[in-house]
Each structure stands twice: as C-alpha cells, then as structure tokens.
C-alpha cells in the first residue's frame, strides 16, 4: 500500500511537468523511479519509453508500464489515473480562464515564454534518455542516421524503426 501511494504521488507530481508534452517530464521521472525510489533501472525505463513510442495512443501511456512493472494491474491503473487526471483538470481549468483572458495585454508574452519553457523541458527529456538509450558509437551512429532521414525526407519513422532494429540486432550481438 506505501509503494501504491508512492507511485501516486510521484506520477500526480509529474503530470504536472508535462508542459510541451510528456517528454519534458522525463528527466524528473528517471530520477525519481530510477535514482530515488529504485523501482526501475535506467534500461527499464529507457525500453519501456521505447515501447510507449512505439505503441499507438499517446506516447506517455509509457507510464502505465511503470506502474504494471512496480505494482501489478492495480499499480498501471494507478499510475494511469494520477498522471492523467491531474493535468486534465488542470487543462480544462486553464483553458477557461485562458479564454477569459482574450484580450489581456500579458497574453502574448506568457505564451512566448512558456514556449520557450517547453523547448527547453523536451531538450532536458531529449539529453536524458539518449545518455541511457545510445550505447557506443554503433547507437550512436542508428541515432544519428535516423535523425538525419527523418529531418531530410519527413517520411513515416516505422520503416526507419524496424531497419534500426535490424541493425542494432546485427550490431549489439
């Protein structure tokens, strides 16, 4: 029941990080799974984003496999509603009084700011699983080739996913 409620806190906490996505939550999540309560390694949680980007849904979904791994179905459902519920309310709230807000002259200027917030939340979310998900220069290199097809062509990232899941079983043997 205390790890439960832990994972309750920690996730309601998150939900609240998640300006500009799920992403910008990262670094504060492996830290607190990983480095603080230890329900996860870094590759735990590294394999489990990666299978949350990989499932159809909303990539943070993730979360649920966090929630399966630390406390069973109870823990996923848990984990589920403490992340999503928090910032749900909050966004309906904030969108009303936001609407409200049309025309007030600070609009603008916080919205700018919070951009550039989030810019720099997906950024941290970004540096900190390629530290634990890019292993020596041959991830190195699928990372870096991924990213320089997907800017030069914008084509659909599943056929790029299954070829670097080809090479990396080719060259991690």
């Known amino acids: ?36 309560f230890h329900w996860l390694t870094a590759d735990q949680l590294v394999r489990l984003y990666s299978i949350g980007q990989m499932a159809p849904g909303p990539n943070m979904m993730m979360i649920a496999g966090v ?3 630390v406390a069973g179905p109870l823990g996923a459902l848990a984990v589920t509603l403490a992340f999503f519920l928090p910032t749900g309310l909050l966004t309906l709230w904030v969108g009303r ?33 390629a ?9 190195a290199a699928i990372a870096i080739a991924v990213f320089a097809v997907l800017m ?16 990396g079983a080719v060259l991690f043997r």
């Open 1 to 36: 029941m205390k790890q439960m409620v832990g994972l309750i806190g920690v996730f309601a906490y998150l939900s609240l990080l998640t300006i500009g996505g799920g992403m910008a939550a990262y670094p504060e999540m492996k830290t607190l799974t990983v480095d603080t």
């Open 131 to 139: 530290k634990a998900a890019v292993v020596g220069w041959a991830g």
């Open 152 to 167: 030069a062509t914008h084509m659909n990232p599943l056929p790029l996913m299954a070829l670097a899941g080809v090479a």
């Open 97 to 129: 009084v936001w609407a409200h807000l049309g025309g007030w002259p600070w609009r603008a200027s916080i919205q700018r700011a919070l951009s550039a917030v989030s810019i720099g939340l997906l950024l941290g979310g970004v540096i900190s699983i």
């Open 67 to 69: 929630g399966q791994w």
